[in-house]
T-cell receptor, first 113, second 113 residues
């Protein structure tokens, strides 16, 4: 186990709704990254937070947003859900930035109907 | 559990044989490469990494080879075991080490007992 947990495990939403996914990092990990993994594909980088500020973003629209809290928890928020947002959402945490291995959580499976 | 292996290239190997998983990466500027293993219902797990100034790196039962000329990466697993059954992804980054990685198309490894 990596010590990174995510909730909920599964979630079903309808198109146009908003969703919040949660991640709890290992204690002391200042960096959290979020990835989207569509079925049968590799994870795609959404964005990274370092010490509660966004530190890089992949090719995702602004309706994907995040928050990182001082207690090593973080959130991924997605507004105006689309059918293509159906995927496994993974968070990964690490001590610092480039030099430290990131540890992935088990993911949240989001289904948009 | 989660199925991350749908529609992925599949490699079937007899238990005890060696496995070779190949990956073509996309960006010639990438300077860091990582192999991840993803089991059903889990997030990706770090296996081994290699920097662009190296051609080969060995770990416990695993070896990664890098050919920058043709932008090719391979993962060799010695004496493949049933527990090695999973989806394997290569990932690359530019100046970010372990972070903000771009994942390739995975390969599903099936170990035949």
């Amino acid at each position: 186990e990596t010590g990174v947990t995510q909730s909920p495990t599964h979630l079903i939403k309808t198109r146009g709704q908003q969703v919040t996914l949660r991640c709890s990092s290992q204690s002391g990990h200042n960096t959290v990254s979020w990835y989207q993994q569509a079925l049968g594909q590799g994870p795609q980088f959404i964005f990274q937070y370092y010490r509660e500020e966004e530190n890089g973003r992949g090719n995702f629209p602004p309706r994907f947003s995040g928050l990182q809290f001082p207690n090593y928890s973080s959130e991924l928020n997605v507004n105006a859900l689309e059918l293509d947002d159906s995927a496994l959402y993974l968070c990964a945490s690490s001590w610092d930035r480039a030099s430290d291995e990131q540890f992935f959580g088990p993911g949240t499976r989001l289904t948009v109907l | 559990g989660e199925s991350v292996g749908l529609h992925l290239p599949t490699l079937s190997v007899q238990e005890g044989d060696n496995s070779i998983i190949n990956c073509a990466y996309s960006n010639s500027a990438s300077d860091y490469f990582i192999w991840y293993k993803q089991e059903s219902g889990k997030g990706p797990q770090f296996i081994i990494d290699i920097r662009s100034n190296m051609d080969k790196r060995q770990g416990q039962r695993v070896t990664v080879l890098l050919n920058k000329t043709v932008k090719h990466l391979s993962l060799q697993i010695a004496a493949t075991q049933p527990g090695d059954s999973a989806v394997y992804f290569c990932a690359e980054s530019i100046g970010e080490g372990y972070q903000k990685v771009t994942f390739g198309i995975g390969t599903k490894l099936q170990v035949i007992p």
